[in-house]
């Protein structure tokens, strides 16, 4: 059924401040945009990684996928800032105590 609202819209900025990369992710991260957003966090080199997830309103095994990833290429220094659902999604496939994620 049609809620008549437009779809999200999926974004992944990159900012880099020094050593310090932050993505900032808003909308669906999915098998269509999942590895958008692994790039944009690859991008650039850097000793830190901020990944705000805090904006995603959807988020499957592809971004799980994209963020594990993630985890390997930025041991120790990977921060995943998730929404509400992502922590959920997160809890579920049994990643939830992952040093890299912060409280929802």
Avoid at 20 to 43: I, K, N, P, S, Y
Avoid at 53 to 80: E, K, M, N
Avoid at 95 to 101: C, D, E, V
Wanted: no cysteine; aromatic share 4%; glycine share 8%.
């Amino acid at each position: 059924m049609d809620q008549g609202g437009a779809p999200p819209v999926f974004s992944a900025v990159a900012e880099t401040d020094g050593d310090h990369l932050r993505v900032v992710v808003t909308g669906e991260v999915d098998m269509a945009t999942a590895d958008t957003m692994l790039q944009a966090a690859l991008r650039e080199p850097a000793a830190r990684v901020t990944l705000d997830l805090r904006a995603v309103t959807f988020f499957d095994s592809a971004a799980i996928h994209a963020v594990v990833r993630l985890a390997g290429h930025y041991p120790q220094a990977l921060t995943v800032l998730p929404s509400r659902q992502v922590s959920r999604v997160l809890q579920i496939a049994g990643l939830g105590g992952q040093p890299w994620l912060r409280p929802a």
